[in-house]
């Protein structure tokens, strides 16, 4: 018997029948058919210690009620890995429109944060992952990329990526806020819909714990995708925070509101800076796009303009 079925005969109480499919990027991810029948999901990524407040957080959401899938075995090891299951939630349907998700997709982000354990109640989440992880205490200006053995800080081009970083993060650092838990990888790969209805939201590694307007810029930066072809525009994100506020009943400071932009473009300047690596960055951040969202952000847009040799 191999590890895997060791595993789960020990925590599922069933070895394993079928293999209905292998994912992940970060983790290795399968779905199981056990011999019991069930259907679950096995998944094996590098122990952290931040990983104990993310199980914790997911298992808290389920039994609130939210919309993700029932965690059946929380961290446990497996060859060298930490291993957790979770039952298999089956594709529902097609998601809404374009159109609508905005709205929808804010109002289900909304709905985490209101029932997710408050700061205190869950292990710690820090540090948060690399792209939305402003809040890093590595030295230099960027954190570790968790796929890649690099140091971003030693690669100098392009400088003018390096200056909206650091005016963001500096700006993010000096906000004043009370932090709340929600999701650091709000895209429509971890989201499960039937038209409107939410059914599913996955990848709970992901959870982080940052100030309220931090966690729905990054959202509205990301709902509609990461890659090339499809990501939010600044109209796209400004009616994503419209649409997160309404849904949780308040209006943000202006500070509160600039911070927001400030967190998405955070993550888009990280994007853009691996993206560097290997082509080109601004297919993640164009600077006209920069300048719109540093403008937003209270920054100044010149920021974004190409430093000259020296």
Request: a negative charge.
């Amino acid at each position: 018997m191999d590890v895997l079925a060791v595993w789960c005969m020990r925590w599922l109480g069933a070895p394993p029948a079928a293999e209905l499919f292998e994912a992940g990027y970060l983790s290795t991810v399968k779905g199981l058919r056990l011999t019991d029948g069930r259907e679950v999901v096995v998944k094996a990524r590098p122990p952290s210690l931040r990983l104990a407040g993310c199980a914790a957080v997911h298992r808290a959401l389920w039994m609130a009620g939210f919309a993700c899938p029932e965690p059946l075995v929380d961290l446990q090891p497996l060859s060298g890995w930490a291993g957790s299951a979770e039952t298999l939630v089956p594709d529902a349907g097609q998601p809404p429109a374009d159109s609508e998700l905005a709205v929808l997709s804010a109002a289900a982000l909304a709905r985490l944060v209101e029932l997710a354990p408050e700061p205190g109640a869950a292990p710690s989440l820090a540090p948060s992952p690399s792209w939305v992880g402003w809040d890093h205490c590595e030295p230099g200006l960027w954190p570790a990329p968790e796929d890649r053995d690099v140091d971003l800080n030693a690669c100098r081009e392009p400088q003018w990526l390096d200056s909206v970083a650091a005016a963001v993060r500096d700006q993010l650092r000096s906000h004043a806020g009370n932090p709340v838990i929600g999701h650091g990888d709000w895209h429509p790969e971890n989201l499960r819909w039937q038209g409107p209805r939410l059914i599913a939201v996955h990848d709970w590694d992901s959870v982080i714990c940052q100030p309220e307007p931090m966690i729905a810029g990054l959202a509205a930066a990301s709902f509609l995708g990461i890659g090339p072809t499809s990501m939010a525009s600044v109209d796209d994100s400004a009616a994503f925070l419209d649409a997160y506020q309404q849904a949780r009943g308040c209006r943000w400071t202006s500070a509160d509101y600039a911070a927001s932009w400030a967190a998405g473009l955070w993550q888009r300047a990280f994007d853009a800076k691996t993206r560097s690596l290997d082509g080109d960055p601004e297919q993640i951040l164009t600077r006209h796009e920069a300048k719109a969202r540093l403008s937003l952000a209270g920054l100044s847009p010149d920021l974004a303009v190409q430093a000259r040799p020296v």
